[in-house]
């Protein structure tokens, strides 16, 4: 293609887009416009945009499913997430609660590795239940100190030296995993050796929502605990 050439095709398509109407306001141009058909028979310029339109809406298509399945899911999720709240708040002993929790998190939830460290405070749950009591002073609980004082939920694959903090023997399996803050009661952990289960940028609103229901039952139970010790 000449320089000529080319400046002139330039110079249609320019105006083409400035004026998109300008075929419509002159339909006879149509008339003499045909692109190759990959079949090899010609095809005019409207039966392409219509196959074009056709592939878009197909795409758009596609996408809305995707959309109402993800809003589906959610609408599960969050279904779940209040009959576990209901079922949680009506439990008195504080043991008992983490016991559902757990058990709720690893059977409905699909926590595969879970880890719920509560700063200086010991809870008598079922050996199976991974609560543990760590010191809020424990000096490998600086590494997280950032995202404690964030207070926001994060996902991805983090450090070794992290996971096997939270994770402790059970570490080798952690790929990936969602570290959410309970505010001044400590933190829960969730590993997977899935490496593409939680990543940055992931939606976390489950579980913000379930930290918020522990840290308001801890709340509950501090004047029981003073009454204990007083």
């Known amino acids: 293609m000449s320089e000529k050439t080319r400046s002139m095709t330039e110079i249609v398509a320019k105006y083409l887009r400035k004026d998109p109407d300008f075929l419509r306001r002159n339909p006879e141009i149509l008339d003499s416009i045909n692109l190759p058909h990959e079949s090899g028979a010609a095809v005019s310029l409207i039966e392409k945009q219509v196959d074009r339109l056709r ?115 059970r570490s080798q399996w952690v790929q990936s995993t969602i570290f959410v803050p309970l505010g001044k009661d400590g933190l829960l952990a969730i590993g997977s050796p899935d490496p593409a289960r939680f990543y940055p940028g992931m939606g976390t609103l489950f579980l913000d929502l379930l930290a918020q229901v522990i840290t308001s039952r801890l709340a509950l139970a501090e004047p029981q605990d003073q009454r204990r010790t007083a």
């Open 55 to 169: 592939e878009q809406n197909q795409k758009m298509s596609r996408q809305l499913k995707q959309l109402v399945r993800v809003a589906t899911d959610n609408e599960k999720l969050m279904y779940r997430l209040h009959r576990l709240t209901i079922e949680l708040m009506i439990i008195n002993d504080l043991g008992a609660f983490f016991d559902r929790l757990s058990g709720a998190l690893k059977a409905e939830f699909s926590a595969d590795i879970l880890n719920i460290s509560l700063f200086d405070r010991a809870i008598d749950c079922d050996s199976e239940t991974p609560v543990y009591m760590i010191r809020r002073d424990e000096p490998e609980l600086q590494q997280w100190q950032k995202e404690l004082e964030k207070g926001k939920s994060v996902c991805g694959r983090f450090d070794r030296e992290k996971v096997d903090f939270l994770f402790k023997s």
